[in-house]
């Protein structure tokens, strides 16, 4: 069994850490990645996550790098569902805007799992409560009261409803969840194999060679997954399709994943959602 590399000292760990993503002029959503960017104690939660998730428990990645990808998954799902007409909840509800709802999902996207810091069991109600301390302030350049704490509300229900049992009752809350669910590919696995760990998790992951999000024909978003072999099936039918259903989304996404293997590809040509 391959020990685990040796750890670097928090601030040469953090040093590159720095998240990213589209931000497409939303003056809020740049301030927003700005300000978490600028934050230590943010980017301390996610190393944290990732030492508890990664080098402890031998699970999935956590670290910043998931944070970035299911970031990017999360605002490409949103923008494409709001191009095909799905009105985000901050507009149905209070009449804000997409890009208010932007930040509601990049928010969600962002905090939802820095609990994990603390323990894995339970972690999105200790993401509850470190972000309802911290949101806020990070918000303040951009948004006065009471739109603030909408926001910041908002952001909240997002995180608790990405848990497997949440009940999401927003839109920016269910592409959250999915969004969550679409980090599945197999570099999640790569610290499992390198310690000589696999597990049904780490294993399905590395089945996973590519997820893509596209414009759909009949729903506003497809979902296209390729697989190596059978076992990636795992994270499409028990975890995907878990948080997708309850997810407010399913009647806008549709998923569609497909074999590699010749022998898989025999026994199931397509696996659709």
Request: proline share 5%; glycine share 8%.
């Amino acid at each position: 069994m391959a020990s685990p590399p040796d750890p670097m000292p928090p601030r040469e760990a953090l040093g590159e850490v720095r998240v990213r993503a589209p931000t497409r002029g939303n003056r809020r959503l740049e301030a927003l990645l700005d300000a978490v960017n600028s934050d230590d104690q943010v980017k301390a939660w996610w190393h944290v996550s990732a030492v508890n998730a990664s080098r402890r428990l031998r699970m999935t990645d956590h670290s910043w790098v998931h944070i970035q990808i299911v970031l990017n998954i999360g605002l490409r799902l949103g923008r494409l569902l709001f191009r095909r007409g799905v009105r985000p909840s901050v507009a149905v509800d209070y009449g804000m805007g997409e890009r208010d709802a932007e930040v509601v999902i990049a928010a969600g996207c962002l905090f939802h799992c820095v609990g994990m810091s603390i323990d894995r069991q339970d972690h999105e109600r200790f993401s509850l409560f470190l972000t309802a301390d911290k949101l806020g302030g990070l918000l303040a350049p951009s948004y006065d009261e009471p739109e603030r704490t909408i926001i910041v509300s908002e952001a909240l229900h997002a995180i608790n409803g990405h848990r497997r049992k949440g009940h999401p009752v927003t839109v920016e809350a269910g592409i959250v969840r999915v969004a969550d669910a679409l980090d599945m590919a197999r570099g999640r696995s790569r610290i499992p194999f390198d310690a000589g760990q696999p597990n049904i998790h780490s294993l399905s992951a590395y089945a996973i060679d590519e997820v893509r999000i596209s414009p759909g024909r009949d729903r506003a978003a497809r979902v296209e997954i390729t697989m190596s072999d059978s076992a990636g099936i795992y994270q499409v039918d028990e975890l995907l399709a878990t948080k997708l259903r309850g997810s407010g989304l399913e009647e806008h996404v549709e998923v569609i994943a497909r074999i590699d293997s010749d022998d898989d590809r025999r026994r199931f040509p397509v696996f659709k959602l």
